[in-house]
């Protein structure tokens, strides 16, 4: 099961949308908004830092994969798309001792981030689809979370071939959230309102089940190049710890 995602942002954002989907120009619109939202980076460390400890949610997720990374001694990550950073500043608070490197497709959001996320050893551009990921072999794992929504089943599988065409070995995969009955209601209840009161809804990508994201890996559609070696659990989610396939 997946569907589209959409979403509503303020007034003062959907004039700086210059297009219905969320795209790049959108995502630098969001990262440096002056205001304090969920999505704009701080621009101080004193509140950057009070957010991200504010953030149970990314608290428990960044517990999960220190164990993780704890259990099979990795020292060198790289966490992609990370946005404004608040699960890496949790991994690095509970493991100072790994060298994470966060990647984003976004200049000036990044160059914002290094400001206040002193903990990452290196930050660069990278993007997902285009880029190579052959820079990446000699790391010992790949996190990729809360990203689901950025692409479509043959982008995301796409993705995927050339992780593994580049061999790359490990990766912790983080839906964005996994879609059920309750959140597609939710979904379409949203869009039909926003849309009766004449609110901007902005595609934001997609939407899986998590019988959807399991296929992924299947190698049912395509080839199975990483197989699921371990499931978390938590809450309506999960973190699927994904071993190359040979």
């Known amino acids: 099961m997946k ?145 689901s929504t950025e692409f479509s089943v043959e982008q995301w599988n796409t993705i995927f071939e050339r992780m593994y065409v580049a061999g790359i070995k490990n990766i912790i995969y983080m839906p964005t959230e996994l879609l059920n009955l309750k959140i597609l209601v939710k979904e379409k209840i949203h869009f039909l309102l926003n849309f009766i009161r004449g609110r901007k809804n902005i595609f934001c990508g997609w939407m899986y089940s998590e019988k959807q994201q399991r296929k992924f890996f299947s190698g049912n559609s395509t080839p199975q190049f990483y197989l699921i070696n371990n499931t978390y659990r938590l809450d309506d989610n999960a973190i699927f710890e994904l071993k190359r396939n040979g």
């Open 3 to 147: 569907t589209k995602h959409f979403y509503s942002f303020d007034k003062e954002i959907n004039k700086k949308m210059k297009s219905d989907r969320l795209d790049m120009a959108g995502w630098e619109a969001l990262r440096i908004d002056s205001r304090k939202g969920d999505f704009s980076i701080e621009k101080t460390r004193q509140d950057y830092v009070q957010n991200c400890e504010g953030r149970e949610d990314y608290w428990e997720v960044a517990k999960i994969i220190s164990d993780i990374i704890c259990t099979h001694d990795w020292n060198k990550i790289v966490s992609v798309g990370v946005g404004k950073g608040i699960l890496e500043y949790h991994i690095k608070k509970m493991m100072p001792e790994v060298s994470i490197e966060c990647t984003d497709y976004t200049q000036n959001s990044l160059e914002i981030l290094k400001k206040v996320l002193t903990e990452c050893s290196n930050f660069r551009l990278f993007d997902m689809l285009n880029d190579d990921w052959i820079s990446f072999k000699e790391m010992d794992v790949i996190i990729l979370c809360r990203l």
